[in-house]
């Protein structure tokens, strides 16, 4: 089986719905070896099934939280067991409380933080251990084009997101010795469950959200998975510490 992903053995976090599902299903098509990894316990024993079987290879659901240090290690000592080694992480699990700058309540803002940051750091602290023992392999942090632009009730979140391009690029200098590069997605808006749920209602505003989007339309998470794909394989072999926005020329 061919495809820019042939055999790589994948990890995808936040897999079960939305942009995590678009890219597990991009690289399996791309004939990556896929551990799909999610929260909610048995929400992707189905899905992967049909996912391995359309296309020829194997797309293994995992469920743990990302911020769960011990379950994060059981898993990824798992699968480095099972495949003998690790050559991608998509750390694409992540909350998001949209609140004014007067509504801001400490606890979303530090599950934010915990999920979208922590755990990323702690994420890559570990397989980059595991990546090195191969002589290498790519990183994928899911960013957000807030982090770039700014965004008006998103401070908070939009902050996590900085963490992650700043992380990023620290990461990839540090890692390069290892064979390992490290790089980022930013993505616009991506028309997602979680996006259907917090912006359909609004009618208007996304109207106007759209008509600031030079090519005209919301992304998709396949737009996503495209430059997750491309970033995680050896096309971009001469590619690190880079923050790849995927945001329709966006200006929110
Ligand atoms: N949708 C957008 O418009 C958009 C824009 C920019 C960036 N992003 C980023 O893209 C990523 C995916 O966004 P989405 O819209 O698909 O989100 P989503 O909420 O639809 O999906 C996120 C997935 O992550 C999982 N998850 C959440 N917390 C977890 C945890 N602690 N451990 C394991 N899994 C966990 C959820 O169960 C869910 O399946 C996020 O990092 C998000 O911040 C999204």
Known sequence: MGGLLCNKVCIITGAAQGIGKGIAEQFAADGAIVYACDLREGSMDEWSKECSAK?????VPMYFDVCDATAVKNAFMAIFKAEGRIDVLVNNAGVVFNRRIGMIRRDETELMFRVNVIAVIEMVQ??????????????????????QIGSPGQSAYSATKGAVISFTKSAAKELASQGIRVNAVAP??????????????????????????????????????NACTFLASDRSSYISGEILGVNGCASI
């Open 126 to 147: 570990l397989v980059s251990r595991l990546m090195a023992r191969n002589g290498g392999g790519s990183i994928v942090n899911i960013a957000s084009v807030t982090a």
């Open 188 to 225: 616009g808006i991506v028309k997602t469950e979680r996006f259907a749920e917090l912006y359909e209602s609004e009618g208007k505003k996304i109207d106007d959200r759209i008509s600031r989007i030079a090519l005209g339309r919301l992304g998709t998470p396949q737009d996503i998975a």
């Open 55 to 59: 296309t020829s290879t194997r797309v």
